[in-house]
């Protein structure tokens, strides 16, 4: 982490220039896609390609973590599966699971 200070001025329409310097570092010479967000009362910029590095990062990590896509695939397909088996078992009792009461006599 670097601790050289730069002057920006930020113009009245909120348009802030970067440093050409910066914007060599961070590839940015011909312009491009950014991220902004504040951090801590800091403004951090990044270019949206490292962004996207970043979570493509961290849902890697996470996948790794958990079941793979061909074991969750399966396993929602047997998700699936019950829930159209419960809706055919509903439809073929009339909807009703015999436990219901009637409660037009309470009428």
Same mark, same amino acid.
């Given at each position: 982490?670097?601790?050289?200070?730069?002057?920006?001025?930020?113009?009245?329409? %909120?348009?802030?220039?970067?440093?050409?310097?910066?914007?060599?570092l961070?590839g940015l010479?011909d312009?491009?896609l950014?991220?902004v967000r504040?951090?801590d009362?800091?403004?951090?910029?990044?270019p949206i390609r490292?962004?996207?590095?970043?979570?493509q990062?961290?849902?890697?990590?996470?996948?790794?973590d958990?079941?793979?896509?061909?074991?969750w695939l399966?396993?929602?397909?047997?998700?699936e599966?019950a829930r159209?088996?419960?809706?055919?078992?509903?439809?073929s009792? %009339?909807?009703?699971?015999g436990?219901?009461?009637?409660h037009?006599a309470?009428?």
């Open positions: 982490m670097s601790h050289e200070f730069v002057l920006a001025k930020v113009a009245e329409n %909120g348009r802030l220039s970067l440093p050409a310097r910066y914007r060599k961070l010479e312009g491009g950014v991220v504040l951090e009362g800091a403004l951090r910029i990044q490292a962004v996207i590095a970043e979570l990062a961290a849902v890697h990590r996470d996948a790794a958990t079941e793979s896509g061909v074991d399966i396993n929602e397909r047997r998700r599966a159209e088996e419960r809706k055919e078992e509903e439809s009792t %009339g909807g009703h699971s436990c219901e009461r009637n037009s309470d009428r």
